[in-house]
């Protein structure tokens, strides 16, 4: 069994920065891809960035230019580097992760997800 754990979020004015962490921890034995996604109040759960194994990247449309996504294999971790934030950025961001367990199949994880909040 996995578990993916974030951090970083927090309050910030628009323009700002954040930069969210998720680490994966537990029986792995390999983690496919990685990304984050985000729930706003009353909005359903999308997209931000995915990121592959070897490196290869997707972003939403409205993220390209300000968020990226980055991981590090020996750590286990996956980062949302956000920058020009804006107010409807404000959302719970989500960790996701495609991993292989001891013993087990390939399957999804998602973290508990951690708070990000713009104002303007």
């Known amino acids: 069994q996995a578990q993916l754990v974030e951090s970083g979020g927090g309050l910030v004015q628009a323009g700002g920065s954040l930069r969210l962490s998720c680490a994966a921890s537990?029986?792995?034995?390999?983690?496919?891809?990685m990304g984050w996604y985000r729930q706003a109040p009353g909005k359903q759960r999308e997209l931000v960035a995915a990121?592959?194994?070897?490196?290869?990247?997707n972003y939403a449309d409205s993220m390209k230019g300000r968020f990226t996504i980055s991981r590090d294999n020996a750590k286990n971790t996956v980062y949302l580097q956000m920058n020009s934030l804006k107010p409807e950025d404000t959302a719970v961001y989500y960790c996701?992760?495609?991993?292989?367990?001891?013993?087990?199949?390939?399957?999804?994880?998602w973290g508990q997800g951690t708070q990000v909040t713009v104002s303007s």
């Open positions: 990121i592959t194994s070897g490196g290869s990247t």
């Open positions: 537990g029986s792995i034995s390999s983690i496919q891809d």
């Open positions: 996701n992760a495609k991993i292989v367990s001891t013993g087990r199949s390939l399957a999804g994880y």
